[in-house]
């Protein structure tokens, strides 16, 4: 259900609304998702109990992630409400920390894990040069930061946009 592809927590969170232009599906339904999401992306060790309120914030602040992230990349300015919105986000409480004999522990509230989220949005977005972009698949909108040498990444994943693009390039050389 989750794919955490992006390289960076915010990115992969505005992920979980797939195929935003043409069909959009929300992964993020119930408050249940979120408590998922927060775990698988290692941002907790234990799902924080998530309500109806979290998810909401978590909602909005994915979209406002989007937004500030599609406005960086085509070049336009910030849009002040959703700085600012991102900004408050990231003022929040983080989530706790600690050395365990078992190894590191995350713990918090679901807020205190979507101000980390914030954060890390708002460090990528600081840096003038990260290397931020969106699938090339037309259907998909997942965005992601080009870490591979030469930066020639084209798609989000190969699990799915990655691989389906080949096969298609394939079937294409055997049809000529």
Not at 157 to 167: D, L, R
Request: hydrophobic share 40%.
């Amino acid at each position: 259900m989750f794919v955490f592809v992006s390289g960076n927590a915010a990115l992969d969170l505005a992920g979980t609304l797939k195929w935003r232009r043409d069909h959009p599906e929300e992964t993020l339904a119930e408050p249940a998702d979120l408590d998922e999401w927060l775990v698988r992306a290692g941002l907790l060790d234990t799902p924080p109990g998530a309500d109806s309120f979290d998810l909401t914030m978590a909602r909005r602040f994915r979209e406002i992630a989007y937004t500030l992230v599609t406005a960086h990349l085509n070049g336009r300015a910030r849009p002040p409400d959703a700085l600012a919105f991102a900004n408050q986000c990231a003022s929040a409480p983080p989530t706790t920390v600690s050395l365990t004999p078992a190894g590191l522990r995350r713990s918090g509230p679901a807020g205190a894990a979507l101000s980390d989220v914030a954060r890390s949005l708002l460090t990528l977005l600081a840096d003038p040069s990260a290397p931020i972009k969106e699938c090339a698949k037309p259907a998909c909108t997942r965005l992601y930061v080009d870490r591979s040498r030469g930066a020639r990444r084209t798609w989000c994943g190969m699990g799915e946009c990655g691989s389906q693009a080949k096969m298609a390039a394939y079937r294409a050389r055997r049809r000529a």
